[in-house]
């Protein structure tokens, strides 16, 4: 065993005992450490044949790397990083890199990156995606902040990344500063829209068609051997055969339908707040299990209102079709959306990002794998200026094959009183941004009417605005024109 570490890994929960097994398992030594040592003296004990190099300290840890010293925490986002940093900087000179692997903030990212620079330390910030399999296996990798540190770290990230069906690492450099946190904040927004999409398309077809989940886990098999192949279609036909060994029910009949978060999809439905770019099919995902968290409410609620009381009695096995399109289309439209926020932030924080680049990263690996997925890096590598995804031929082809079977799915699931907000929210997105005319001008008014915020005419020039004394006796005064 070499005497000196090639990588160190600092947090030894799942993620980082895991990406340390990775990472060792590719011809590399990795320096361990953890606050609580047994978990360091844990995995020496238990797997005496790997090339690992135990640490009591951080300046222990330090003294045991080759220089530039490379070391990766996976611990929890926030106030534990800053503190990581501040007890571990004294040991580090200039030229080491610091990663950070967990869901931090993007603009914590940002602030660190720019306050090591000045010590001469290189900080990477990279989401990763995969969960414990992934870790283990092949994650993908988001890496973004100095540039000078991608050099260093290429060729480990790269050999411990997913590899993609052609043999490409789910892996390259997003861009400076807070880029790779903001991509993987994004991924997530885009996941939550996914799990809430399939989880629509199945309870429509338990709660209409009355599919059993014999049924149902046949039906998700089929689809992942087509367009909607992807790793959450996978699982979801697996989740729906698995049996409770004490009860013989179905695992997911007895799971309370409650959902939990931890914060990256509030902060992409924030972020495209903060930059006025429209991602409502996320921002619902979001919602819906916001008001899936008030099961004590819903169940008062059922009580005053009760059901509609409406059958279904039309084709189940067109209207499975169907709802396998509106699952495609949404899908498409969530991905457009985050895309949309993607770029947004890149010309608001001056990164350089290749879009073709982070979807190709995406392809395995992480949570959102997806067949598709090597369609829009087709489309963006072929057309880099590529405004919106929905604008790519091959999507706005989809699209139109799946508008009629979309409608369908959403007039009857309203009819029947099932919700489906991130499949209705996609549909509304979509017919708001092909329609050259939307009701905007009325709310122009009303702001003009009642705090003279002024309005753009039809028959001027953008930018050129105006104002109207709606009652007679309102006066020439304006409010200043400004967007928040």
Not at 81 to 91: A, G, K, N
Not at 92 to 101: H, Q, R
């Amino acid at each position: 065993m070499s005497t000196k570490a090639d990588f160190a890994m600092v947090g030894l929960a799942v993620m980082g005992k895991n990406l340390a097994m990775n990472i060792e398992s590719r011809g590399y030594t990795v320096a361990l450490y953890n606050r609580d040592y047994k978990k360091v003296q844990s995995m020496l004990t238990d797997m005496p044949e790997r090339k690992f190099i135990g640490s009591t300290s951080y300046e222990d840890l330090c003294s045991k790397l080759k220089r530039p010293r490379k070391i990766m925490m996976l611990i929890r986002a926030g106030s534990p990083v800053d503190q990581v940093i501040d007890e571990i900087t004294p040991y580090l000179e200039k030229g080491d890199v610091l990663i950070d692997g967990g869901n931090s903030y993007f603009a914590d990212t940002d602030r660190r990156t720019k306050a090591l620079r000045e010590k001469g330390i290189f900080f990477i910030g990279t989401g990763v995606s995969g969960g414990e399999e992934g870790a283990l296996h092949g994650p993908s990798l988001m890496p973004g902040g100095a540039p000078e540190a991608w050099p260093e770290v290429k060729e480990i990230f790269q050999a411990m990344a997913a590899k993609a069906s052609d043999g490409l690492p789910c892996c390259d450099w997003i861009g400076e500063n807070g880029a790779g946190h903001f991509v993987k904040m994004v991924h997530n927004g885009i996941e939550y829209g996914d799990m809430q999409m399939i989880s629509e398309a199945y309870f429509l077809m338990k709660k209409v068609l009355k599919l059993s989940n014999e049924e149902m886990h046949s039906i998700f098999t089929e689809w992942n051997k087509g367009e909607l192949n992807s790793y959450l279609i996978e699982i979801t036909a697996d989740i729906l055969k698995i049996k409770d060994t004490q009860t013989d029910k179905y695992v997911l009949d007895i799971i309370l339908d409650a959902a939990g978060q931890k914060g990256t999809g509030k902060w992409t439905s924030e972020i495209g707040l903060d930059l006025g770019i429209a991602i409502p099919t996320i921002s619902e995902a979001v919602f819906a299990r916001c008001i899936s968290a008030v099961k004590a409410e819903r169940l008062e609620a059922a009580k005053v209102f009760g059901s509609q009381g409406k059958v279904f009695d039309g084709d189940k096995t067109k209207f499975i079709e169907d709802i396998s399109n509106a699952l495609y289309a949404s899908k498409i439209c969530s991905y457009a959306q985050g895309f949309q926020l993607i770029r947004a932030a890149a010309k608001e924080y001056k990164w350089k990002l290749n879009y073709g680049k982070i979807a190709m990263a995406w392809r395995g690996g992480c949570i959102i794998r997806a067949k598709f997925l090597q369609n829009i890096s087709f489309a963006y590598n072929s057309n880099p200026e590529l405004i919106n995804m929905l604008l790519d031929p091959f999507f706005a082809g989809i699209i139109k094959n799946c508008e009629e079977s979309w409608r369908k799915v959403v007039c009857t699931a309203f009819e029947l009183g099932i919700a489906i907000p991130t499949f209705s929210s996609a549909l509304c997105y979509y017919d708001s941004y092909k329609s050259q005319v939307l009701p905007a001008n009325m709310i122009q008014a009303q702001r003009d009417f009642f705090g003279a915020h002024t309005y753009e005419r039809i028959d001027g020039k953008r930018g050129e605005f105006f104002h109207t004394d709606w009652t007679g006796h309102g006066g020439k005064t304006t409010s200043s024109t400004y967007n928040v």
